[in-house]
């Protein structure tokens, strides 16, 4: 089936990393993302990993990818004001064009 | 380049009411999506056109909902009549042929019925 979880809040410090997770059931995935909502926003694509990488590594984002427990990770180093948002952890399979499956969302809080 | 545009981006109507909602997708992209999210649940796909056909509506709830698209341009879905449990965020997406990095999202059209 066709599932996809992770943690509804999460709030750090500023200045600290953010770890958002996410699990996904569906083995078939071939690409996995993170998308970015803020408020009164659309969503953003953050950042995506093919299934057959472990690691990907953009400016202050870090995704880490366990495909043999389908586990998805978001690190956010130096967490600013400006991460604040919620934020979305997706996996399609087959082709880009495909559906994507989204969890329900995390909401990163950020306090002083 | 101007992004995918949804209008309108709040709608307030009654149950029993019909409402159209619309989606301008990035100018060439033949891929449009439906997506929505409802009670701050996870957004869930509702309908994939490519061009003007139906590619996959696997995620329309039921006939009450209508989507189309227009010589492949714009995209319309209408929900007719509005139950309560439609309230949400509709959103749309569009991408080109080929793209692997993920699509591009309106902002989204809130759907609250009263």
């Known amino acids: 089936g066709e599932d996809v979880e992770q943690s509804l809040f999460l709030s750090v410090r500023e200045g600290d990393s953010s770890v958002i997770n996410c699990t996904y059931t569906?083995?078939?995935?071939?690409?996995l993302y993170w998308y970015k909502q803020e408020p009164g926003a659309g969503l953003q694509l953050l950042t995506y990993?093919?299934?057959?990488?472990d690691m990907k590594q953009d400016q202050r984002l870090t995704v880490l990818l366990n495909k043999k427990d389908k586990h998805l990770s978001l690190r956010i180093a130096d967490t600013q004001t400006g991460d604040s948002a919620i934020y979305f952890c997706?996996?399609?399979?087959?082709?880009?064009?495909?559906?994507?499956?989204f969890g329900s969302g995390t909401r990163l809080s950020i306090r002083p | 380049e101007a992004g995918v545009t949804q209008f309108p981006s709040h709608s307030v109507i009654e149950k029993g009411q019909t409402v159209t909602l619309r989606c301008d997708p990035i100018?060439?992209?033949?891929?449009l999506y439906w997506y929505r999210r409802v009670m701050g649940k996870e957004i869930k796909f509702l309908l994939h056109?490519?061009?003007?056909?139906?590619?996959?509506e696997s995620g329309m709830p039921n006939n009450r909902f209508l989507a189309e698209r227009t010589g492949g341009t714009y995209s319309t879905l209408k929900v007719q009549p509005a139950e309560l449990e439609d309230s949400g965020v509709y959103f749309c997406?569009?991408?080109?042929?080929?793209?692997?990095?993920?699509?591009?999202f309106g902002s989204g059209t809130r759907l609250t019925v009263v």
């Open positions: 997406a569009s991408s080109q042929a080929g793209t692997y990095y993920g699509y591009t």
């Open positions: 569906d083995s078939s995935s071939t690409y």
């Open positions: 990993i093919f299934s057959n990488m």
């Open positions: 997706a996996e399609s399979r087959y082709s880009s064009a495909s559906k994507i499956i």
């Open positions: 100018s060439g992209h033949d891929n």
């Open positions: 056109f490519v061009k003007e056909s139906k590619q996959d």
